[in-house]
T-cell receptor, first 114, second 117 residues
Framework: AQKVTQAQTEISVVEKEDVTLDCVYETRDTTYYLFWYKQPPSGELVFLIRRNSFDEQNEISGRYSWNFQKSTSSFNFTITASQVVDSAVYFCALSEGGNNRLAFGKGNQVVVIP | DTGVSQDPRHKITKRGQNVTFRCDPISEHNRLYWYRQTLGQGPEFLTYFQNEAQLEKSRLLSDRFSAERPKGSFSTLEIQRTEQGDSAMYLC???????????????FGQGTRLTVV
């Protein structure tokens, strides 16, 4: 069974600070995908990033970056120079194989204070 | 295409009534998913379709729940004899799948918030 754990619940930062969200996952599959989604107050889940299990290269996309480490089953996500518009709930999610059925963590509420 | 759309956005119903939600996926997407999200939790998978075929149903999907995607385009989710525990946000998502490892990410709609009173 797939499982995703996001330990932090609410994180408050002052605008322009960096914020890192932790995600730990469990899966028995060797092929899987990891995702981060953002859910603003409007409710729609917005796709941010995806990584497959064979690619541990960490990248930066704009103000977003991620650190994928299979050895510790972690897929952490960082927002650099946070802005008020970043205030939202952020979900880490896992899908096994190619079915795209997502297992979500409980989410991190990020509050960016101006 | 403006993305995944869901209708209605909000629904208040009395316990015991039936409700039906609609989801229109991104037009070229062949997979459609339903999730349920309760307050303070992440979305939980309910069921998914590939074209018109319902390929998987979660144990969360009791006999009172039924989903259809009759022509492989839009989908409906019906809840019969609603209970207060059904109060949640119901999210629809779609993706384009061409094989194992060849699946786009899922794009979500804004959800239908159901309140059972």
């Amino acid at each position: 069974a797939q499982k995703v754990t996001q330990a932090q619940t609410e994180i408050s930062v002052v605008e322009k600070e960096d914020v890192t969200l932790d995600c730990v996952y469990e899966t028995r599959d060797t092929t899987y995908y990891l995702f981060w989604y953002k859910q603003p107050p409007s409710g729609e889940l917005v796709f941010l990033i995806r990584r497959n299990s064979f690619d541990e290269q960490n990248e930066i996309s704009g103000r977003y970056s991620w650190n994928f480490q299979k050895s510790t089953s972690s897929f952490n996500f960082t927002i650099t120079a946070s802005q008020v518009v970043d205030s939202a709930v952020y979900f880490c999610a896992l899908s096994e194989g190619g079915n795209n059925r997502l297992a979500f963590g409980k989410g991190n509420q990020v509050v960016v204070i101006p | 295409d403006t993305g995944v759309s869901q209708d209605p956005r909000h629904k208040i119903t009395k316990r015991g009534q039936n409700v039906t939600f609609r989801c229109d996926p991104i037009s070229e997407h062949n997979r459609l998913y339903w999730y349920r999200q309760t307050l303070g939790q992440g979305p939980e998978f309910l069921t998914y379709f590939q074209n018109e075929a319902q390929l998987e149903k979660s144990r969360l999907l009791s006999d009172r729940f039924s989903a259809e995607r009759p022509k492989g385009s839009f989908s409906t989710l019906e809840i019969q004899r609603t209970e207060q525990g059904d109060s949640a946000m119901y999210l629809c998502a779609s993706s384009f799948w061409t094989g194992i490892g060849k699946n786009t990410e899922a794009f979500f709609g804004q959800g239908t918030r159901l309140t059972v009173v």
